[in-house]
């Protein structure tokens, strides 16, 4: 199946000149973040990889934000995905956010329940934005509901902004991807070509489905064999077209099955980080609330500051000595990353006959 965007892999690769100054030893700032604008969730998804966060009311301050991120931009930051610990857009600034990051040169996501995006949201943003990302967990009202622990009304309400999201790309003539995302478990499988077919009528440019992850921090636990559902990447096949596919990450389902990370030490910390809804500057989104991968806050420094500080200088040393990958979620997010870095720390015999 088309992966155009490799969802199902990683782009570090195309990042030679960062990789490059890595290698050599230098300090390098991040290509890539995450940035949580609010604590607070109007869902309770049954697989929340963070509800150990607690949906706490936190904001972050607009112009603090838009501060740093201008910061950001002129460091080298290439990328911000809007998503963390709760829906986005409950912060009601998250617009002028998203306006103001893409100005600083820097590319612009959203990860969504997409119930909030509404039209004259969905008019502010989409020219400004890379991609957006709704989380659909369902192809019907009622499995949605149970899943997302929400009322079933917002399942129709979700597929009419993206469908008004698609008119909008269209009107302005954007760019910005528009895709829906169904995280596979047992409850909505019998339900995946339904969402297929939904999201494609939307107008949505394609629909990933992507394993379970699980941390152990977590309130929740599936145990899944995603070998069984392997029938649904060729039944799937059919949705394809030059205007909508679909994203089976046959890859992801495969590491988590294994039950093994796939790699044995985590390097991919310098090219990417995460700032929470209070404002802290986290190495790594799986281990929020761990004191060892707080850097700081941009509330008290600015971002350069935190990146070459020393908090941050103490904890790159002891992932690198002491961290126990089991605590780590299988299938992170960095996982691709990660096993590509080890392979230039440490490559193969016959490298050179290329």
Same mark, same amino acid.
């Not at 030679?16 to 995450?34: A, F, Q």
């Not at 309130?219 to 077209?241: C, G, M, T």
């Given at each position: 199946?088309?992966?155009?965007?490799?969802?199902?892999?990683?782009?570090?690769?195309?990042?030679?000149?960062?990789?490059?100054?890595?290698?050599?030893?230098?300090?390098?700032?991040?290509?890539?973040?995450?940035?949580?604008?609010?604590? !607070?969730?109007?869902?309770?998804?049954? =697989?929340?990889?963070?509800?150990?966060?607690?949906?706490?009311?936190?904001?972050?301050?607009?112009?603090? &934000? +838009?501060?740093?991120?201008?910061?950001?931009?002129? /460091?080298?930051?290439?990328?911000?995905? =809007?998503?963390?610990?709760?829906?986005?857009?409950?912060?009601?600034?998250?617009?002028?956010?998203?306006?103001?990051?893409?100005?600083?040169?820097?590319?612009?996501?959203?990860?969504?329940?997409?119930? &909030?995006?509404?039209?004259?949201?969905?008019?502010?943003?989409?020219?400004?934005?890379?991609?957006? $990302?709704?989380?659909? %967990?369902?192809?019907?009202?009622?499995?949605?509901?149970?899943?997302?622990?929400?009322?079933?009304?917002?399942?129709?309400?979700?597929?009419?902004?993206?469908?008004?999201?698609? $008119?909008?790309?269209? #009107?302005?003539?954007?760019?910005?991807?528009?895709?829906?995302?169904? &995280?596979?478990?047992?409850?909505?499988?019998?339900?995946?070509?339904? &969402?297929?077919?939904?999201?494609?009528?939307?107008?949505?440019?394609?629909?990933?489905?992507?394993?379970?992850?699980?941390?152990?921090? %977590?309130?929740?636990?599936?145990?899944?064999?995603? !070998?069984?559902?392997?029938?649904?990447?060729?039944?799937?096949? $059919?949705?394809?077209?030059?205007?909508?596919?679909?994203?089976?990450?046959?890859?992801?389902?495969?590491?988590?099955?294994?039950?093994?990370?796939?790699? !044995?030490?985590?390097?991919?910390?310098?090219?990417?980080?995460?700032?929470?809804?209070?404002?802290?500057?986290?190495?790594?989104?799986?281990?929020?609330?761990?004191?060892?991968?707080?850097?700081?806050?941009?509330?008290?420094?600015?971002?350069?500051?935190?990146?070459?500080?020393?908090?941050?200088?103490?904890?790159?040393?002891?992932?690198?000595? %002491?961290?126990? /990958?089991?605590?780590?979620? /299988?299938?992170?997010?960095?996982?691709?990353? %990660? +096993?590509?870095? #080890?392979?230039?720390?440490?490559?193969?015999?016959?490298?050179?006959?290329?």
């Amino acid at each position: 199946m088309t992966d155009q965007f490799r969802i199902d892999s990683h782009k570090l690769m195309y990042h030679v000149n960062r990789v490059k100054k890595w290698l050599d030893g230098e300090l390098i700032y991040p290509i890539y973040m995450e940035v949580s604008p609010c604590g !607070s969730c109007n869902h309770r998804c049954s =697989f929340c990889s963070v509800d150990f966060m607690g949906y706490q009311k936190k904001m972050i301050d607009a112009g603090l &934000l +838009k501060k740093r991120i201008t910061e950001l931009g002129s /460091l080298g930051l290439k990328s911000i995905m =809007f998503a963390g610990e709760g829906e986005p857009f409950l912060h009601k600034q998250l617009s002028e956010i998203i306006v103001h990051t893409k100005k600083t040169g820097i590319d612009v996501a959203v990860t969504t329940n997409g119930v &909030l995006m509404r039209p004259e949201i969905s008019e502010k943003i989409i020219a400004s934005m890379a991609w957006v $990302k709704v989380s659909l %967990n369902a192809g019907q009202a009622d499995t949605y509901a149970e899943i997302h622990q929400t009322q079933s009304d917002d399942f129709g309400r979700v597929l009419k902004n993206i469908e008004f999201a698609a $008119k909008v790309k269209q #009107n302005q003539q954007s760019r910005c991807a528009i895709g829906v995302q169904l &995280l596979l478990l047992p409850e909505n499988v019998e339900e995946v070509e339904t &969402l297929a077919q939904r999201s494609k009528d939307a107008g949505a440019d394609y629909l990933v489905v992507k394993p379970y992850t699980h941390h152990h921090k %977590n309130d929740h636990h599936y145990k899944i064999e995603y !070998s069984v559902y392997n029938y649904l990447e060729k039944a799937l096949e $059919k949705y394809n077209s030059d205007a909508f596919s679909v994203i089976f990450r046959a890859r992801a389902m495969k590491l988590w099955d294994k039950q093994t990370q796939p790699v !044995s030490a985590c390097v991919c910390l310098p090219f990417w980080s995460y700032i929470d809804a209070g404002g802290n500057v986290w190495g790594c989104s799986a281990h929020l609330l761990e004191e060892t991968f707080k850097y700081g806050s941009i509330k008290e420094n600015t971002f350069k500051e935190i990146w070459e500080g020393q908090k941050r200088a103490k904890s790159l040393k002891w992932v690198s000595e %002491n961290l126990d /990958l089991s605590t780590c979620k /299988l299938n992170c997010r960095m996982g691709q990353v %990660n +096993k590509y870095l #080890n392979e230039l720390i440490e490559p193969p015999e016959h490298v050179n006959f290329i």
